[in-house]
């Protein structure tokens, strides 16, 4: 299907790789139907974009944060494994927002909330970590989790 983004114009995307998100994604949960595009059409990059079929104005700039945080680390409870119809870690990715304003190098990104997609049934939704140490506004280019808490 061909679909409509304010970022890549009209781009096509396969009615297989459109990722579900139930109940939405916070904020936003009248829609419930994405695209995962990758930020950079050749080679690899851990950023990538999540457009809105619905709705064209809707799309979230996103990181891989393993390819910044070598020690992030989440944990799933039973029902959102579940929900997700995960079958075992390699069926998931996990992804978090990224805020840009200003210069790259200022970015933060959601370690609090990640996005947990799993990636053979197109199913996703937006988890919330107990985890004290992960910020919402965590610096990207800060090479570990909350180091402006631990400084002495």
Not at 29 to 41: F, G, S, T, W
């Amino acid at each position: 299907m061909k679909i409509q983004t304010t970022r890549f114009g009209e781009i096509e995307v396969e009615d297989s790789s459109v990722i579900t998100f139930n109940k939405g994604i916070p904020g936003f949960e009248e829609y419930k139907k994405y695209a995962l595009i990758p930020a950079a059409e050749k080679g690899e990059s851990p950023f990538f974009f999540l457009q809105s079929i619905e709705e064209v104005e809707v799309n979230f700039f996103l990181v891989d944060p393993f390819s910044f945080f070598k020690e992030y680390d989440i944990k799933l409870e039973e029902q959102m494994v579940d929900r997700l119809e995960l079958k075992g870690p390699t069926d998931a990715i996990v992804l978090t927002t990224v805020t840009a304003t200003g210069e790259i190098k200022d970015a933060t990104t959601n370690l609090k909330a990640p996005l947990v997609i799993n990636n053979n049934r197109q199913l996703g939704m937006q988890i919330v970590l107990d985890n004290k140490d992960y910020l919402i506004k965590q610096p990207l280019f800060q090479n570990s989790i909350n180091a402006e808490s631990r400084q002495v």
